[in-house]
């Protein structure tokens, strides 16, 4: 279904992306419309598949796993059966959390979590180093989060 979102609709998923659980009736305060007026445009959204999902963003530090790490991945070839043979391998490792095609230089961008420079190293020999296709493995590591926005974009 195709949609072209109002004002209202920016102003509701601008909301939305700052708070996902927002009552219903918190936002419809804030953007000037009922309570089931938002509620059918959120419906609406969700429909369209504008809004596909509702995430939750983790603190690693308080569940153990402080290390935020940063591996670019260049494959030796660049076969669709080796990007799908990666990407399917890349879905089954838990630390991994987010995974991007990258245009450039390196193949793909790996974002992951560890809980020291230990437990990176055995997941880098067991699991990384063993991906389908790699042949090189660029490491590095975020000193501090400045910003997390999940997948919050800008609206306007």
Known sequence: MHMTPDRYDHAILDVLNTSARAPVAAIAERVNLSASAVSRRIAALEKA???????TIID?????LP???????RLKSLSSSEFDAFERA???????????????NVDYLIRMRARDMAHFEQMHRNELAKLPGVER?????????????GNRAPID
Do not use: N, W
């Open 137 to 149: 493995l660029t490491t590095r590591f975020g000193l501090r989060t400045v910003k997390v926005a």
């Open 60 to 64: 690693g530090d308080a569940i153990g």
């Open 67 to 73: 290390m935020i790490v940063f591996v670019e991945v």
């Open 49 to 55: 598949g504008i809004i596909r999902a509702y995430t």
């Open 90 to 104: 890349v879905q089954a490792m838990p630390h991994i959390t987010d995974c991007f095609l990258m245009s450039g």
